[in-house]
């Protein structure tokens, strides 16, 4: 009947025979789900009741670990901003962080950067908040490329991924896809991603879907505004 959605893969794979590979498939769902902003707290529960095999189940763990709601985000991630500073997250801490992972070239986030000066504007009368768009480009003049309004949009990547003057522009200094940070937060690898982290540095939310479209970046901010008025209750 085709390929199963999301919501029926688990079910899809409960019909075969428990066994390490069916482990791994779950595995494999689990990261795609959290790059896709499908994960919940309860899909990870549910999943885990379905691995057998004790590697698979410690790896099960450490996404739960990482990607529940309310999980401390480590400290331990240092990025490289548009001036060649050194960046922490935890610099940010005292404001919710909404993190928008891209790439130059990659055109759904092309479609997030069109879309943020108008959230961002429509979101200023928030208090203590702030954007920071992270690049996981290897190529340092690729990303500034990206994100420089003063670049010919001739130019290869030119002026793609710049929103505003208030968002906080970080990459993964050289190390790409590889960082730590985004094996953690993106184990899938899709991007664009976008995370929320609280003003306490705990995640908020990994579920959010990426606002590529005029209708989602209405729903994007909706949650944004909905995190925000619980975290101040």
């Known amino acids: 009947k085709g390929k199963p959605s999301k919501g029926s893969i688990l079910e899809y794979l409960k019909l075969y025979s428990p066994s390490q590979v069916r482990d791994q498939a779950i595995i494999i769902f689990l990261r795609n789900s959290i790059s896709a902003g499908k994960f919940t707290d309860s899909l990870l529960t549910h999943a885990k009741e379905l691995i057998v095999s004790k590697k698979y189940k410690n790896a099960a763990s450490k996404i739960f670990e990482k990607s529940r709601m309310g999980s401390r985000i480590e400290d331990n991630f240092v990025f490289t901003d548009n001036e060649g500073n050194a960046v922490r997250l ?3 801490k005292g404001k919710t962080i909404i993190v ?3 790439f130059s070239g ?5 479609q997030v950067a069109r879309f943020m000066p108008k959230i ?3 979101l200023k009368d928030c208090e203590d908040l702030i954007f920071v768009s992270l ?3 290897k190529d340092k003049e690729d990303w500034l490329k990206s994100i420089d309004p003063n670049r010919k949009r001739e130019d290869t990547f030119a002026y793609t991924h710049y929103t505003t003057p208030g968002t906080k522009y970080i990459y993964t200094s050289g190390t790409g896809s ?12 899709g991007f664009p991603r976008m995370v929320v982290i609280d003003k306490n540095g705990k995640l908020l939310s990994n579920s959010l879907n990426s606002p590529t479209n005029e209708e989602r970046a209405k ?8 995190f925000l008025n619980k975290s101040s209750l």
């Open 135 to 137: 690049s996981v480009d």
């Open 90 to 92: 935890s610099d940010f």
């Open 120 to 122: 961002e504007e429509n």
């Open 106 to 110: 990659c055109i759904p986030c092309v």
């Open 100 to 102: 928008d992972m891209w």
């Open 178 to 189: 590889n960082n730590s940070f985004i094996k953690n937060y993106n184990p899938g690898g």
């Open 219 to 226: 729903e994007f901010e909706k949650k944004i505004r909905e």
